[in-house]
């Protein structure tokens, strides 16, 4: 297996425009979850999937971030508009079942500047 | 609030000698707890997992010890080695709650010197 996919693996744009990241997660794995990463707060959760539902999204900083899972094989992280506050490594991660004491898997994540 | 703490930032050892990397929680729930470590440009990978139920797991160079009643572990490799450098983090999940998700520490970048 390839392992959790994102992409782009970098993403520089202005502020004020809509930024998609994207997620690819392990074949049969059902859990999805989106982290960002930044020197102040580490990683953050911000939303996460179980079988492509959203569970628990209270990670996610304002109504300008949005993230859907349409099937289970993808997942996109959506900031509209975006801001230089956004910049930060934005991670995907997924694992086999609930999340219950188990480790989960990571992409390589993508690196979002936003200037 | 950070629930997951690491509180030193960065540990230099040099080659041979152990490594100790430590990492205090403050949510009783967390029933099962994880380190990570994580390359430059790379995803953080999975390293060693310890539940509440014991209190040390080791695997090959890799120990971790887990003190419920202080709500602290830690991680010891020995011996080090110069690959070993990286930022290792600290994650913890409450499992018993249902749908259980890794709350992280900061990270603590360990520098390993020959």
């Known amino acids: 297996d390839a392992g959790v996919i994102q992409s782009p693996r970098h993403e520089v744009t202005e502020m004020g425009q809509e930024v998609t990241l994207r997620c690819k997660p392990i074949?049969?794995?059902?859990?999805l979850f989106w982290y960002r990463q930044t020197m102040m707060r580490g990683l953050e959760l911000l939303i996460y999937?179980?079988?492509?539902?959203?569970?628990?999204d209270s990670g996610m900083p304002e109504d300008r971030f949005s993230a859907k899972m349409p099937n289970a094989s993808f997942s996109t992280l959506k900031i509209q508009p975006s801001e230089p506050r956004d910049s930060a490594v934005y991670f995907c991660?997924?694992?086999?079942?609930?999340?219950?004491?188990?480790?989960?898997?990571f992409g390589q994540g993508t690196r979002l500047t936003v200037v | 609030d950070q629930q997951v703490k690491q509180n030193s930032p960065s540990l230099r050892v040099q080659e041979g000698r152990i490594s100790i990397l430590n990492c205090d929680y403050t949510?009783?729930?967390?029933?099962?707890f994880l380190w990570y470590k994580k390359y430059p440009a790379e995803g953080p990978t999975f390293l060693i997992s310890?539940?509440?139920?014991?209190d040390k797991n080791e695997d090959g160079r890799f120990t971790v010890f887990l003190n419920k009643s202080a709500k602290h572990l830690s991680l010891h490799i020995v011996p080090s080695q110069p690959g070993d450098s990286a930022v290792y983090f600290c994650?913890?999940?409450?499992?018993?709650?249902?749908?259980?998700?890794?709350?992280f520490g900061k990270g603590t970048m360990l520098l390993v010197s020959p």
């Open positions: 949510n009783s729930m967390f029933d099962y």
């Open positions: 310890i539940s509440s139920i014991k």
């Open positions: 994650a913890a999940s409450a499992g018993k709650s249902g749908y259980s998700t890794l709350t």
């Open positions: 074949s049969g794995h059902n859990s």
């Open positions: 991660a997924s694992t086999t079942n609930r999340g219950m004491n188990t480790e989960a898997f």
């Open positions: 999937f179980n079988n492509n539902v959203p569970i628990d």
